[in-house]
């Protein structure tokens, strides 16, 4: 396999895809934040005094997709066409479950927006929480399925 951000001199340097062809890229991510009981359930019925920790929780998660390229040096900044953050409240295990999917036309992968989106979704549910739990744990963050470009689709095994 050839690494692509690399110059000649083995430094590290932004892909150029300009002549890359445009087509319609969509990118699944999804990770959780495990929490106490009371920390769920405070979130669940709005209890918490910063406000509605979902509800920011989301829109800091478009905004992270839309930021990416500004936090990992060779991100490319892409147009987004759409961004989507979806939570599964799982009580049975004290965590929210986080999905994010991010859509773009473009010349290079979206990926990065979805994984960051989900990374800074889970991020805003700590801040808002972490007077009443520090212990509240951010895991499995992945990318669980990617469409468009060379590639073609990706899927993780055991997610669709």
Known sequence: MEFT????????????VGDKNDTKRIAIARGT???NVNT???????????GDVLSVAQVAGIMGAKRT???IPMCHNIFITGADIRFEIDEENNSIHIESEVKTIGKTGIEMEALNSVSIT?????D????????????????????????GEY??????
Not at 122 to 126: K, W
């Open 40 to 50: 769920l359930k405070m979130i669940s019925e709005g209890q918490m005094k910063k």
């Open 128 to 151: 808002m929480c972490k007077a009443v739990d520090k212990n509240m744990v951010i895991e499995n963050i992945r990318l669980v399925r990617k469409t468009g470009g060379k590639s």
């Open 69 to 71: 390229s500004e936090v």
């Open 155 to 160: 899927i993780r095994e055991g997610e669709f």
């Open 5 to 16: 951000h690399f110059n000649e001199n083995g430094k590290a340097k932004m892909v150029e």
């Open 33 to 35: 934040i495990r929490m």
């Open 122 to 126: 889970a991020l805003t549910i700590y």
